[in-house]
């Protein structure tokens, strides 16, 4: 009988958190941020209890993964609308090597060994630091890494430094190109908007600017 049960209860676990895994959305295991690993890991330890505690009823499992699941998911709608609130929950990306300069400060705020850094370039193929131009920790951990052409330069048409997500000016990318707030607004009004909040996307690439207007 307790056998019964317990198979019972695994079918139906597994089935729930199939279910919520399934609202979460997609997302590999590589791409997760902080907060998700910290969701999965409370779903599926909720769970093993919920299985191995037979005396106890469903319900009493299935209601702290349900909430769990509408935090996440609250959440996640607030970070679609609010850049500053997605970069406290997921972080932000952060450069480590510049045009061929590694970044120490970077390197040590980010608590990132050197040590770390050669790995992760060793894995993309890359034997030396003076064959990147740049490197970009991005919020998964993951390193996202820019090899310099064979004539020393970058091929700038595979990287941009996005200057407005979500209508908010990105003053750190802006920096990158030696540019300022007044720059991009003037642009702005060169391609008939008048206000950042207007656009949801912008990049520059080969001095040709890029403006992805919101959805209405």
Known sequence: MEFGSMTIRTIMIYLIIAFFFRI???????????????VYILLTEIAA????????PIVKVVYPM??????????????????KFRKIL??????????????????RRQRYTFDDLLLQLREKDIGD?????????????????????????INYS???FPLILDGVVQEDN?????????????????????????????S?????IFFDKKDV
């Not at 064959?131 to 052409?149: H, M, N, Q």
């Open 66 to 83: 349900f909430l769990i699941v509408l935090i996440q998911i609250i959440f996640s709608l607030i970070s679609l609308k609010s850049v």
């Open 90 to 107: 997921d972080g932000k990306p952060v450069l480590l090597i510049s045009k061929g300069k590694v970044l120490d400060k970077e390197m």
């Open 204 to 208: 520059v690439r080969n001095g040709e």
């Open 129 to 153: 630091v003076r064959d990147v131009e740049y490197a970009i920790l991005e919020p998964t951990g993951k390193l996202s890494i820019f090899k310099k052409e064979l004539n020393g330069d």
């Open 24 to 38: 979460m959305g997609k997302r590999e295991i590589g791409e997760l941020s902080l907060l998700d690993l910290v």
């Open 174 to 202: 802006l920096k990158q190109y030696k540019k300022d707030k007044v720059w991009l607004l003037l642009q702005l009004k060169k391609h008939g908007f008048h206000d950042f909040n207007e656009i949801a996307f912008c």
């Open 49 to 56: 209890i919920g299985i191995e505690t037979l005396d106890e």
């Open 158 to 160: 595979s990287l941009t």
